[in-house]
Every structure is written in structure tokens, then in C-alpha cells.
């Protein structure tokens, strides 16, 4: 499956954006799907993701309660919506999915095959 990030941008503290993820050839209701970001200089970290049964949906601390993970299925299309946006946040985020995640390793950025090419949220304090 292949899959298109974006919805990135550049907002000040406080604010919202909403990434997408939208995915081609392949039905991404057939996937697990996370969401992930990498500041520079650091290794990239999961921020949340979604099986296959959208009532398995995981947050990393960091992002808990200021995140949430939803799809669309109709158009393909997985959303990371991003609230209370902090300077901490400013990371190129990537979206990624794979088949036959089980759910343990569902966090876990090396269980994703298919990778999207990244979009960049800047966040300004």
C-alpha cells in the first residue's frame, strides 16, 4: 500500500492541525497504521496507532488526551488530530502501516512496512 502524509504546518502553541494519511492501491482498513515523528538529532518515536479493530487505538504519554487517531474508510484515509499543539511537538511526522500487526508490537516502529514520506509540523511558542 502506498501512503501520503500530509496536513503539516507551521502553528503557534495552543493550536490544532490535523494530519492525514491517505493510502492508495490497498484498503487501509486492512492495516494497522501509526503515526510516528522524528525531531532532529533524535530517533523517531511512535505517537499513536490504530488496528485493524479502530477500538485498539494507542497513544504514546507524550500526546495522551491532546491526540486522536481516526479513519475514514470511505476515502482511505487515516487522521492523526493534533490539539494543544506545544513546541515539543515540532517533528516531521510520518504515517506507516503494515498487515498482521499483532498487538503487542503495534507501538513498535519495526513492526510497519509501509512508510509515508513524511510531513513537517512546526510549532512556534
Known amino acids: 500500500v502506498q501512503l501520503q502524509a500530509s496536513g503539516g504546518g507551521l502553528v503557534q502553541a495552543g493550536e490544532s492541525l490535523r494530519l492525514s494519511c491517505e493510502g492508495a492501491?490497498?484498503?487501509?482498513?486492512?492495516?494497522?497504521v501509526g503515526w510516528f515523528r522524528q525531531a532532529p538529532g533524535k530517533e523517531r518515536e511512535g505517537v499513536g496507532c490504530?488496528?485493524?479493530?479502530?477500538?485498539?487505538?494507542y497513544y504514546s504519554e507524550s500526546v495522551e488526551g491532546r491526540f486522536t487517531i481516526s479513519r475514514d474508510l470511505d476515502k482511505n484515509t487515516i487522521y492523526l488530530q493534533m490539539n494543544s499543539l506545544k513546541p515539543e511537538d515540532t517533528a516531521v511526522y510520518y504515517c506507516?502501516?503494515?498487515?498482521?500487526?499483532?498487538?503487542?508490537?503495534?507501538?513498535?516502529?519495526?513492526?510497519?512496512?509501509?512508510w509515508g514520506q513524511g510531513t513537517q509540523v512546526t510549532v512556534s511558542s
Open positions: 506507516a502501516a503494515s498487515s498482521g500487526v499483532i498487538l503487542s508490537s503495534i507501538r513498535q516502529k519495526d513492526a510497519y512496512y509501509y
Open positions: 492501491e490497498r484498503p487501509l482498513g486492512n492495516y494497522a
Open positions: 490504530i488496528s485493524t479493530n479502530p477500538r485498539n487505538t
